[in-house]
């Protein structure tokens, strides 16, 4: 199984790099995707992990109704997107202009249905057709869409089917017969703290907007996320955690006794372009590895 989708901060050159260090070594029974995004390190933990079961969490809703609609309406998910496909790869490759009409006709009639309690198949599968195409796996919306997904189309270069439909058929049995699918605040998420529990959480960056037309994610929420680091381990879990370090000792002050790994590597930020930063990987499960010393 693999994300269904690119994201802008998805953790696999991260989990590439880190290699087994990423991983506890005791048993889990229970992972939980505090921030699940896309997917990416539930996708590998689900190899990790084989027996376990899984909670994931995420708190735009638009994509946790496009995860719940997979997994209970996953033959008409897949039709509808596949239809969506099939109509915009009949627009020739060297058609930009007719490709990007089509996919921002998508996009708008997908705004206009504002759906505020969770979307309908025919609106997750928009939404998931635009996904798979846009630019450079951006979530952004503007003053027009309400706070609804309206990220614009990518290259449009597009020759043949993007869809995989195996995969799509693999995530929704995962999503039915091993998940349980949130869209919680983090803080509920302390009910399944315990022995044999496996929390990692990646939330917005510090100094990042997070998912732009979603709350910001705020320096207290930042200081509350590690404090529930701290309970979970308190509670016998195990707990790892993302973010990047500005140097002011943010990590160093909260949750001291937890292991703060250090790994320099280039960071892509919307509207800030690339530069270097110090990303950081905090565990409460210790390895001596050769990578970090």
Not at 26 to 39: Q, R
Not at 191 to 216: H, I, L, Q
Not at 241 to 254: A, E, R, T
Request: hydrophobic residues 35%.
């Amino acid at each position: 199984m693999k994300p269904l989708f690119k994201w802008t901060g998805s953790k696999r050159k991260m989990m590439d790099k880190f290699g087994p260090s990423f991983w506890p070594a005791e048993e889990v029974t229970t992972f939980v995707d505090g921030f699940y995004g896309a997917g990416s390190v539930t996708c590998a933990a689900k190899e990790r992990f084989p027996n376990a079961r899984f909670i994931i969490n995420d708190v735009n809703n638009e994509l946790v109704s496009l995860y719940k609609n997979l997994a209970s309406h996953e033959a008409e998910m897949i039709e509808r997107s596949f239809e969506l496909e099939s109509k915009y790869l009949e627009i020739h490759h060297d058609l930009k202009e007719e490709r990007k009409a089509f996919y921002n006709k998508i996009k708008l009639s997908y705004i206009a249905a504002n759906q505020p309690f969770g979307e309908t198949p025919t609106e997750s599968s928009k939404l998931l057709f635009m996904l798979k195409i846009n630019f450079n796996g951006w979530w952004k919306t503007y003053n027009y869409s309400n706070g609804r997904y309206a990220t614009p189309p990518g290259t449009v270069k597009e020759k043949k089917s993007f869809l995989d439909i195996e995969n799509l058929k693999e995530t929704a049995s995962f999503f039915r017969e091993r998940c349980s699918i949130n869209d919680w605040d983090f803080r509920y998420l302390d009910r399944y703290a315990g022995k044999g529990t496996y929390f990692y959480f990646d939330p917005p960056y510090r100094d990042s907007d997070g998912y732009e037309g979603v709350d910001v994610f705020s320096e207290q929420d930042q200081i509350d996320l590690l404090h529930l680091c701290d309970e979970l381990d308190t509670k016998g879990s195990l707990v790892s955690y993302s973010n990047k370090d500005i140097g002011d000792g943010f990590f160093q002050q909260h949750i001291p006794h937890f292991e703060i790994i250090e790994l320099e590597n280039n960071f892509t930020a919307q509207r800030k372009g690339k530069r270097k930063v110090t990303e950081v990987f905090i565990r409460n499960f210790f390895e001596k590895n050769a990578l970090f010393t």
